[in-house]
């Protein structure tokens, strides 16, 4: 088999360890994630982390943009259908709870109260929203507050619930009944 390009072989470790630190810090948060974990699984060595990330709260910043990049292209935002958006925001969750576990670490470890991410990361969001208010799609409000209601209700049935964090393991009409109520939900909550 003929060797990688050596281009081709950084992205592929480089990948290797995103999805690896995305386990660990998922799993651990970042106070108790080890780097010599990250390495031994993701095949590399430490030198190679830190080239690549600079540090250890450098690697949890690149594995939550990464990871955000991933749900953004997965379940893309769109402010007329913010409905079917959060549906697709469940959908992502089921798939893939470490997402949430690592926006939970974020709260508990760096920011326990304020916004989690900066305004930067939701501009466009914000921007289309409203857009949607002013063609009269959605009620009035901010849009900022507007998008957090959603979001939280898209989290409703997550890993960061207090009440119940829903499985793949759970029937396909258990999921169908919560699609449907958390779409009419969210319609409703939004109707100009």
Known sequence: MPELPSTARGTATRRRILDVAADEFAERGIAGARIERITRAARTNKAQVYGYFGSKDGLFDAVVSDSIDRLTTIAPFEGADLAGWAVRLY??????????????????????TGRLFDDADHAAKLTAIE????????????????????????CAWSPASGVYAAGLDETAAVHTRRRELLRESVTRVLAP
Request: charged residues 30%; glycine residues 6%; neutral net charge.
């Open 91 to 112: 959908d992502e969750y089921l798939r893939q709870p470490e997402l949430i576990r690592l926006t939970t670490w974020i709260r508990l470890e760096r920011r326990p």
């Open 131 to 154: 857009e949607a208010q002013a063609a009269g799609r959605i009620r009035a409000g901010d849009p900022f507050e507007l998008l957090t209601l959603v979001i939280g209700m898209s």
